[in-house]
């Protein structure tokens, strides 16, 4: 059996009719013959787009693959208990170049139900943000499910709906049931659960190439959107240089953001899980075993969970979203 080492992935580009060129120009991605891309994903287990490593001695093979051979030793026993040979974490980078849709994203229970799937709970990154940019995360007051749908069937639905101004470095953690949707002119790196079910609640009337207007779901979303008005949106964290700074929990990850300006070492050894790198500035060396994994801007690495201690080498400095679940 091939021993486990850390994981790079071959990146999923999707062409989206609100993607822009930030993927290629500012995260240095090949997008090749696509008219735009709105998103790539990084690292994952969705069946439709299952991700396949790219590089060492497992290249080729699919992420499901190696959950079937590796099981705990890839993501943790405790993991691999609960998700079996689905890997739970979806990994994006999208480029709004255009308004997305206002959408909102069933919980658990109710994604179970309707789609036999996860949820979809997840958390952006702001890599970069254009002035001016916003975005949309929950209502800007107390809401019913009736005084919803009077502002959707009045076209009124903006109104209602909390817009955040939005600068590089802001998090936003959304957790399933959040109505929200990505600004134009912003570049995000998300963190979500395994789970490709969006419903969408209002598109602006865009039209595509030949002309049709995109499927709404107005009805599914009203059992799944929390009505409920919160004082604060944006999440809170300090950032910090030359330290591990918290940014997020909740029980489908952990996140922290790991902003140094020098080389440092990371001890998993207590963790019985995977841990992912999302690099989104600078670049920087994973050391281990006596061989040597450089990642940077624009990519994502899998550490399995047989991967305790390692080094990250850099010369001028790096920024990271480290993640895993507790």
């Known amino acids: ?22 993927i290629e120009s500012y995260l240095h ?31 080729g093979q699919s992420l499901d693959k190696l959950l079937e051979q590796f099981k705990g030793e890839l993501v943790g026993e405790k993991v691999y208990n609960h998700f079996g040979n689905t890997f739970p974490l979806l990994v994006k980078f999208i480029d709004a170049n255009d308004d997305l849709s206002v959408q909102v994203h069933p919980n658990d229970e109710l994604a179970k139900k309707r789609h036999n799937s996860f949820g979809k709970t997840e958390m952006w990154y702001v890599i970069e943000a254009d002035k001016g940019a916003t975005l949309i995360s929950g209502f800007n007051q107390e809401m019913t499910e009736e005084k919803y749908v009077e502002a ?12 955040e101004d939005v600068s590089a470095g802001d998090v936003y953690f959304l957790p399933a049931g959040r109505v929200h949707t990505i600004g134009k002119g912003l570049l995000i790196a998300e963190i979500q659960q395994t789970s490709d079910i969006t419903y969408r609640i209002y598109d602006f009337d865009r039209v595509d190439d030949k002309g049709n207007k995109r499927e709404l779901h107005t009805e599914e979303a009203l059992a799944a959107i929390d009505y409920k008005h919160y004082d604060e949106y944006k999440t809170p964290y300090e950032a910090k240089k030359d330290e ?22 990371k001890d ?30 624009g990519e994502c690495i899998l550490l399995p969970t047989t991967i305790e201690k390692i080094e990250l080498e850099t010369t001028n400095g790096f920024k990271i979203l480290e993640s895993y679940i507790e």
């Open 1 to 22: 059996m091939s021993a486990l080492y850390p994981l790079k992935f071959k990146t999923i580009f999707k062409d989206k009719i609100w993607g822009g060129h930030k």
């Open 29 to 59: 991605k090949n997008i090749g013959d696509l008219p735009n891309c709105g998103e790539t994903w990084e690292i994952s287990g969705v069946p439709s787009d299952v991700s396949v490593v790219d590089g060492g001695e497992l290249q």
């Open 152 to 163: 959707l069937n009045s076209g009124h639905i903006m109104d209602i709906l909390n817009r």
């Open 244 to 265: 591990t700074v918290h940014v997020v929990s909740c029980p489908y990850f952990t996140t922290n953001v790991m902003d140094f300006t020098h080389s440092t070492n």
């Open 268 to 297: 998993y050894s207590t963790l019985d899980s995977f841990v992912i790198h999302v690099c989104v500035d600078g670049e920087y060396t994973i050391k281990h075993d006596g061989n040597a994994y450089p990642v940077k801007m």
